[in-house]
């Protein structure tokens, strides 16, 4: 298994302009080749960190939650990285080892590693190695639920067993992190694995949002009306309701880091995602 991690850098001048970019009300393109180092931004209470911010919550983007790839230096990293009260987060590592300490327990993580981290955690991480580290940072404001409580846990990709889609041979499967009948999670972050030519066979349109990294290989993606090429490295947001299904091209294998909001009930009342428990989710 491989993990796409950007480098950075700069196009020579006599590159052309033209990219795969493209930004839509139903959805957002962000290819490999946009992850420069012009466009990252230094993080409050981080040291020698950068980090590229995929998705936050503005008007025709995300709205539920904020992606970001996330890039620490030898030495680098942050005694207190979340600092909004009530948020909970996925880190996922892509490349070289990340020291988390979480709740006074200390775990590395390497390339394939995965901690949830419940809001109000208390957590640090730090790059005590000699190479870069990358991760994927996904952050969410929680909605609590009566009679439900999330906890934090750190595993890895290599420690969760794919789970096949039925009917599919082993062609589309899901690495879930978490069961999905737990109702205290409000958010998925799971990997989709495609062998060569598998599909998703119809047109997904549903309430969730997504947010797609793709960790590894290469598909066509099918995002409302258009047909999309994606390759390891690029960011896909779909807003809530885009029809979305998608080919696998090959030669390898098409994975990619999913996110989704799940388990709550449909808000009415203008109350405040994740500051007022509701009785009924």
Known sequence: MSYYTPQGGLPEQTELLTDRAIVTEAYTVIPKGVL??????????FTNTRAWILARPIAGFATTFSQLIVEIGP???ADWPEREEGVEGVVFVTAGELTLELE???HVLEAGGYAYLAP????????EGSEFTSFQWIRKAYEPLEGHEVTSFVTSDADVP????PGTNGA?????????????????VNIVTFQPGGVIPFAETHVMEHGLFVL??????RLNGDWVEVEAGDFMWLRAFCPQACYAGGPG??????????NRQVRLTGLAAGRTASRWG
């Open 172 to 188: 589309w499967s899901t690495t879930r992190f978490v069961d999905p009948d737990d109702l205290a999670h409000d958010m998925h």
């Open 75 to 77: 030495g680098g990293g």
């Open 104 to 106: 006074g327990d200390q």
């Open 216 to 221: 590894e290989g290469k598909g066509v993606y």
């Open 36 to 45: 420069r180092d012009i466009v990252t931004s230094n993080l409050p209470g």
């Open 253 to 262: 294998p098409f994975r990619y880091l999913l996110y989704k909001d799940v």
């Open 120 to 127: 109000g955690a208390s957590w640090a991480i730090a790059n």
């Open 162 to 165: 794919p789970q096949e889609m």
